[in-house]
Nanobody, 124 residues
Framework: QVQLVESGGGLVQAGGSLRLSCVAS????????MGWFRQAPGKEREVVTA????????YYANSVKGRFTISRDNAKNTVYLQMNSLKPEDTAVYYC?????????????????WGQGTQVTVSS
């Protein structure tokens, strides 16, 4: 089982930026897609963005397109989520997840390991 540790969450004003990081254990990080999901209070968890094992293919939810950027450094076993122009509706617990294979997916069923989550709060 792969361990995933997120960091970088916090409190930011609307219009601000945050960068989340997720470090994975194991030796085959580049073989798996990685995703970021979020869950706001009272809402179901939703996919935010995903990136293929190679980093060449990405997916973004419509709500974050143009504001968020996912990237990965396979040499460091790390995936990043750069969040710009943050809005109050981006407030949620953000989770990184490791896919079962290298292709991107927006389905939670594709992801087999999850981090503990990091809180992002955007004040208006």
């Amino acid at each position: 089982q792969v361990q995933l540790v997120e960091s970088g969450g916090g409190l930011v004003q609307a219009g601000g930026s945050l960068r989340l990081s997720c470090v994975a254990s194991g030796r085959t990080f580049s073989s798996y897609a990685m995703g970021w999901f979020r869950q706001a209070p009272g809402k179901e968890r939703e996919v935010v963005t995903a990136i293929s094992g190679s980093g060449r293919t990405t997916y973004y939810a419509n709500s974050v397109k143009g504001r968020f950027t996912i990237s990965r450094d396979n040499a460091k076993n790390t995936v990043y989520l750069q969040m710009n122009s943050l809005k109050p509706e981006d407030t949620a617990v953000y989770y990184c997840a490791k896919g079962a294979y290298s292709g991107t997916s927006i389905s939670e069923t594709h992801y087999e390991d999850w981090g503990q989550g990091t809180q992002v709060t955007v004040s208006s």
